[in-house]
């Protein structure tokens, strides 16, 4: 479900499930951050280059995972909850204190969880018709991790437009709003991303690390803070009568009846 590849001194990740719009599951969580450690040892990448299979960036989280969960038995599905936000914030907290550049090359849909990998990467590259939105409300659900990474690029007013409205944007919009740095023709969202790379590899490993850590650490302890209070509100709302009908009318293609 993820590829990993190196092209000169660029690594990539794809998300490599197109039959559900890359989406993540619990699995790809646990492989990204594999790749991530895997390509950390590569002394020859010196950014690595995150994107999707097909015409899709990523689609969130898996739904139909988290909906069978939530049919178990009530503790257990709690605490199945718990870890996995604990993970996907491991995730993106090993994302933004990797020491090489990562670069989005956005070619689709980038959506609730595949959004707050967005976030997390240092640079973004998108196609033309790529998007952006993260409608975890409209499924009943909070987006507690996605929420501070979103403020920490874009401001609040601008993220909480985004954020409450739960509605998707276009790449020109998304580029006007400083979440993707430069928007390409869908065919070269890749090539492009490996171009950025090249200029990233032009500095000293070194200097380039610590310019990243001065970047997200300036506000570092608060982002962190916040990610930890996302998760565990994150997995709060999925307990809810509300999550369990957003889910459920997800999986079953319909309209949401709120409790």
């Not at 590569?42 to 689609?59: L, W, Y």
């Not at 009943?140 to 990474?149: E, F, N, R």
């Not at 006007?176 to 200029?199: K, M, P, S, Y």
Request: proline share 3%; aromatic share 4%.
């Amino acid at each position: 479900m993820i590829k990993v590849r190196v092209d000169d001194n660029s690594g990539t990740i794809e998300l490599a499930r197109p039959d559900r719009r890359n989406a993540l599951s619990r699995s790809m969580i646990q492989q990204l951050r594999q790749a991530f450690t895997d390509l950390h040892q590569e002394k020859k990448v010196r950014a690595v280059i995150m994107t999707g299979s097909e015409k899709c960036f990523c689609a969130g989280m898996d739904l139909h995972e988290m909906h069978a969960t939530s049919n178990g038995e009530e503790s257990a599905a709690q605490q199945q909850w718990h870890s996995d936000a604990m993970a996907y914030r491991d995730l993106i907290l090993q994302m933004l204190r990797f020491p090489k550049p990562v670069i989005a090359a956005i070619n689709g849909p980038a959506i609730g969880g595949g959004a707050g990998l967005v976030c997390a990467s240092d640079i973004v590259v998108a196609g033309n018709s790529a998007t952006f939105g993260v409608p975890a409300t409209r499924r009943g659900l909070v987006a507690g991790m996605v929420v501070p990474l979103v403020v920490f690029r874009i401001g609040s007013g601008q993220a909480a437009n985004l954020m409450l409205s739960a509605k998707t944007i276009h790449a020109a919009e998304a580029f006007r709003l400083n979440l993707f740095h430069e928007t390409v023709d869908d065919q070269q969202v890749w090539v492009r991303a490996h171009q950025v790379a090249g200029e990233c590899a032009e500095g000293a490993a070194e200097a380039v690390a610590l310019t990243k850590r001065m970047l997200n650490e300036h506000i570092g302890e608060q982002l962190m803070t916040m990610l930890t209070t996302g998760a565990a509100v994150t997995a709060t709302s999925k307990t809810t009568e509300a999550a369990r009908e957003g889910m459920a009318a997800f999986v079953e293609k319909r309209e949401p009846n709120w409790p």
